[in-house]
Structures are given as C-alpha cells and as structure tokens.
C-alpha cells in the first residue's frame, strides 16, 4: 500500500511515480495542498488515477487537480491526455453530464440595488427556469429541431431570438463544435433530450445571484466588465441533462463490447474505452459533440430567461441592465489539442473530468475578446460559499494540458449529507448568511449543503499558487435556485 503515498515533489505538487508492476505507463501528479490531499487519501481517487495510467497511448502524466475525488473511471477533477493517433478515448474519461459547464453574466446593478427585491427575483427566476431531475423545458422541440439545436449549439438559440451574436462571441469553441452527428445518437438518447432543452436539472447544478466581494487582478477583471465590489453577477451551472447521460450510457456499452477487438485489458472496468481513431472512437466524438451543443444552447436559452426575469423585476430592458455574457466554460469534455511532450508538439485527446480549460493568452482556441490576456476561468463553490474568477496561465500547459479546477469538490457523499443535516439547518444557516435560496426539493437542499463540499478558496489557492489560472474575483451568493 505504501507506494500508493504520493511524495512531495514541489510546493503543492505530489507524484506517483510509474509502476510498471501496476501497469503505469505515466506516473500520476496530484495538485494540492496537505488539507486537500488528506481528503483524497479517504476515497479511490488516486487509485482511479493510477489506473488511468495504465491505458494504451496515455501521455506524459496523469493530473489530478485540488478538487479531485472518486468519480466513474476516471477521478473527478482528472486530465489525462491520449495518443491522438494511438491513444484511446473513453466515454467515463469525459463523464456522464457532458458539458456540464458554468457561464457567468455581469450586470450594472449593486447589491443596494437587488437586496430589496432579492425573493421577487429569486421566485421569478425559479417559476421561470424549470428545474429538478425529469424537469422538461418550456419548449417542444420536434426530432428535426433538435438536430438543429444539436449540430448549431448556441448558434441555434440565437437564431431563434435567445440572447445575440455576442453570446456566442465568448463561449468556448463560440458555443459551436464542429463535427457533431445527430446520427450518432440513439432514439432514446433523443426522447430523453428532446423534452429537456432550457432547464437546470438537479444535483449540484444551479442558478446563483452573487455580488463581487473581492477584486485581485483589477486589469482583468475590468476586461470581463467586473468594476466593482458589490456589482451584481449571475453564475449558472448546467449540463447537458439526460441527453449527455444517454450518450455516455449508449457508449461505455459500445466500448466494453468493442474491448476484445482491439485487445484491450483495463485495471477498472469502469475505464472502458475504444481506439481514438477507431469507427466507435469516432462515433462516441460525433455524438458526445452533440451533446457539447445540447448543453451550450441549454445555458443560452437559461441565460435569455433570467435576462428576461432581471427586466421584468427591475423594470429595465437587457441593455440598460447591461447584462453580458462574461464567458462560459465547458467541463467533462474531450477534445484533439497541440501539446508539447517530450519537446515535440503532438496531437492528444485531452479528457478534461471535471475540470476546466485553463489557456492562456496567445492561444488560438481562445475567443478573439480576450485571446491576448487569456481565457477566463470560473470555480463555482457550493451555495453558501463563495465562486471565483481566475485567468488562464502559462504554467497551466506544462503542469496541466492547460487545465485547472471545475468547483469546490464533493467530499461527502449525498447519502451522508441527507443523514448529517436538514434543511430546515441548511436554510438557517445560509439564511443567517443572507443568502435566500429556492429549491424544488427538501433533499436537493440538504444533499447539497456546503459541508458537502471542499473548501473552494483552497481549491483557488492551489491554482493560483501554482499559475494555472490566476485569482481576478471573488464572488459570494445572494440568491439560489435548484433543482
């Protein structure tokens, strides 16, 4: 067991090193601080992470980043980048919600302004956004519809008058990733996502109005159009719904059938995957991009019905309220990217699990607004903590396929959050806070209590000592909906 003891190898950096006896073909580095890696030591993640080490054409390093924790496969909070040509891809390395992902809209409004009516515009944004597990969105979209929505993304939403050209402008991949195939993807993947298009879902997906509470790079957070603290913010985290849950469904099945085809043994049955450059790698990519678009034009279309909320409740228009689009980030995703390994530039399949780019600037695959001073990075915390904004560095590419943290890190499980706590305790407490929130369900409440969760200001810290993504803002919550 001892050798499962990362050693120390720098200021918050840990290493196994490759076990050939285990099958390692990469060692596994662990980005953390002592509080953080104690956490990860009690669950399976480092042992999921040495296993990922052992597939066929993984690269230079398995990364583990400070919210790292036992997932499908794959840790949560793991990258690992494959062998573009020999390398696999696999459906547990990107996760069930595919791009669940997080954007964030400023406002002009101040916390003097939103405290008075803080629960109207809670409620309306709750009566105005569905949420919950089978909760279906306001629109029935036909099976030829949603292979729009599916090839287009967020394109899709603003033709049909959700949000504008801007919003696109700063997404990632501009909301678009090209490639996608709706043939790809089963009827009862279809069924599933057809009814849901424009809704928040459950778990630890959410709709927060926060304030800035701490500006730390006034440079870049004026570039993100955060002036101020006390400005008004909207933080929404969403995925793609049981859309992207199908998908991943559809082909961890495809892939532990195709396992003895291509000869592959895995440590972790969980781990099933296929060639990159197989007929099932490529049709897995096809469909999980279908999803990618699924999920980006859900969070438009949330976007445009909390514009609308915000002008019904503040009797404004959208451009008075001046509510942009900062920027949306994608997590559990896959995608080919350049980068160096032994010197050499080489195409790889990074597997971002519940992590987030990181790029900074210069970088081509950053939208033009802000590809000179790098790619703005968002780490929701849990709802009574806090969010933070940071900025994509250099260091980030050679520790971390330029990745970093997606959010604060589960560290109790939600069976155990429902026996510790209730939510009438869940609520006073967030209460005591100032912090009113909304939720469809008493245990949605309670599982997602911020005891659940690692501490997100040490998720922060971690990256930001480290220079994967730099501190801009701080950000604390006023108001939440959920699922």
Request: aromatic residues 6%.
């Amino acid at each position: 067991m001892s050798s499962l003891i990362p050693k120390k190898i720098g200021n918050m950096q840990y290493q196994i090193d490759a076990d050939s006896n285990r099958g390692m073909k990469v060692p596994v580095t662990i980005y953390a601080d002592g509080g953080l890696l104690q956490k990860m030591m009690t669950d399976r993640t480092i042992t999921q992470a040495i296993n990922v080490s052992t597939l066929p054409g993984v690269q230079k390093h398995v990364v583990v980043l400070p919210d790292g924790h036992e997932g499908y496969g794959f840790p949560v909070g793991g990258v690992a980048a494959m062998d573009a040509e020999d390398g696999m891809i696999s459906p547990g390395g990107v996760g069930y919600d595919i791009n669940c992902g997080v954007r964030l809209l400023r406002t002009n409004l101040n916390e003097n302004d939103v405290r008075p009516k803080l629960k109207n515009l809670v409620n309306d944004l709750f009566s105005s956004i569905p949420s919950g597990v089978g909760s279906k969105g306001t629109i029935k979209l036909s099976f030829s519809q949603l292979d729009e929505v599916l090839v287009k993304g967020v394109q899709w939403a603003v033709d049909n008058g959700y949000g504008s050209k801007d919003d696109a402008d700063v997404c990632e991949e501009n909301g678009q990733m090209k490639n996608a195939d709706p043939g790809k993807v089963s009827a009862t993947a279809r069924k599933r996502g057809a009814p849901q298009l424009g809704s928040l879902g459950s778990g630890n997906h959410f709709l927060e109005v926060q304030k800035v509470a701490e500006i730390h790079d006034k440079e870049a957070a004026k570039r993100m159009g955060i002036y101020n603290e006390g400005q008004v913010t909207v933080l929404i985290h969403c995925g793609s719904r049981g859309f992207g849950h199908q998908i991943c469904s559809d082909y961890l099945r495809v892939s532990e059938q195709a396992l003895s085809k291509y000869g592959i043994t895995l440590a972790d049955r969980e781990l099933a995957c296929v060639p990159n450059s197989s007929d099932e790698g490529e049709s897995y990519r096809k469909a999980m991009f279908a999803a990618l678009n699924f999920a980006w034009s859900n969070r438009q279309m949330i976007t445009h019905w909390t514009r609308k909320t915000f002008e019904r409740v503040f009797k404004q228009s959208e451009s008075d309220l001046d509510m942009k689009l900062v920027y949306d980030v994608a997590h559990n995703i896959a995608k080919v990217e350049k980068h160096k390994i032994d010197g050499q530039l080489k195409s790889v399949v990074v597997h971002r699990k519940g992590a987030t780019r990181a790029f900074p600037g210069g970088r081509d695959e950053i939208p033009q607004k802000y590809r000179d001073m790098g790619q703005p990075v968002f780490i929701p915390g849990s709802m009574g903590t806090a969010s933070w904004i940071l900025l994509g560095k250099p260091n980030s590419l050679d520790l971390s396929f330029g990745s970093t943290a997606h959010g604060a890190g589960r560290t109790m499980s939600r069976s155990a959050a429902r026996r510790n706590y209730t939510d009438v305790q869940v609520q006073k407490t967030l209460s005591d806070k100032g912090i009113f929130i909304k939720a469809l369900t008493r245990e949605g409440v309670v599982e997602e209590t911020p005891e659940a969760y690692k501490d997100v200001d040490a998720v922060a810290n971690v990256s930001h000592e480290l220079g994967l993504a730099t501190k801009v803002a701080k950000l604390v919550p006023m108001g939440v909906i959920k699922g």
